[in-house]
């Protein structure tokens, strides 16, 4: 006979339901949220005084300019980055970015350390009717991108890194590239600053890297903040097993990450998006998340 998946995870006599719902619309700690956002902070400008750094150190090493044109190089570049942080300290991260103008201003920070630096970038404009990005998201694709090209130039191996940027309406993609060793994984630490800005915002990151032939690194960062917590009691009564699936689809979570993220198979995902669906009198998968936002 085969046994309930339902069953098998979760013992008789569970929580009172309001109890579920409590728990399940509980918010994230305000101290939480907060520190999240200060090592976003700390982690971006980390990261700017690294390129800039980094461009200085390249533009003084440089073969091709003489001491004196070394220096005022390295002041130049010294000079723009205060000029970028300052005008950056002015605008607020809430206003919409046209994509093609946050793309151009990448291009900026990065074209002294292409200049100078050992490393060729090519990029790749993203389409001009692609829809404006909110201003945070602007932000840490930047700095995403400045820390994979960073990444790049320490890599004795690595000659060329290309950088794709494209929308879907839903999420800003971006693909890199380089001529690499292939040996970087997701789980490599020098992509775990990264790892921390789409953590941020519920963001994707593949990593496909060939031994020899360098690695290939495909992001999507949501437009959109993710949904607020559904109101359950306009669903009546769920198990607690229910309640977390439900809210892993409301982030827009594929059934692979619900399944890791809850230490759960694939199969027992599957059962629980049936009940919900049966619950909801939803049709399909498409139609409960459309219901959830």
């Given at each position: ?188 630490d020098a992509l775990r600053p990264i790892a921390e800005h789409l953590s941020a915002f519920s963001g994707r990151m593949d990593v496909d890297s060939t031994p020899g032939w360098g690695t290939e690194v495909t992001i999507a960062i949501p437009l959109d903040p993710a949904p607020a917590p559904l109101p359950m009691e306009d669903l009546g009564e ?56």
């Open positions: 006979m085969t046994q309930d998946p339902e069953q098998t995870e979760e013992p008789h006599g569970a929580s009172h339901p309001e109890e579920l719902r409590a728990a399940a619309e509980l918010p994230a700690p305000a101290d939480r949220r907060h520190a999240s956002q200060h090592a976003r902070s700390v982690s971006e400008l980390a990261d700017r005084q690294a390129v800039t750094l980094e461009t200085i150190l390249a533009a003084l090493r440089s073969p091709r300019l003489a001491d004196r044109d070394a220096r005022e190089t390295a002041i130049g570049i010294a000079a723009a980055a205060l000029v970028e942080a300052r005008s950056s300290a002015r605008q607020g991260a809430d206003l919409l970015e046209p994509v093609t103008g946050a793309f151009g201003r990448l291009k900026a920070e990065l074209r002294p350390l292409v200049r100078h630096g050992r490393v060729d970038v090519e990029f790749v404009e993203p389409p001009p009717n692609g829809r404006a990005l909110p201003g945070d998201v602007a932000q840490a694709a930047r700095a995403i991108v400045r820390s994979a090209v960073l990444t790049v130039v320490d890599s004795s191996e690595a000659r060329r890194v290309r950088v794709h940027w494209d929308c879907d309406g839903l999420h800003l993609l971006i693909h890199l590239r380089d001529d690499g060793n292939g040996k970087l994984s997701a789980h490599d769920l198990s607690p097993r229910e309640a977390e699936v439900l809210q892993h689809l409301a982030r827009g979570s594929r059934n692979a990450e619900i399944a890791a993220e809850l230490g759960i198979s694939d199969h027992t995902v599957k059962f629980h998006i049936s009940k919900l669906l049966r619950k909801t009198g939803t049709r399909n998968r498409a139609e409960l998340i459309a219901l959830l936002r």
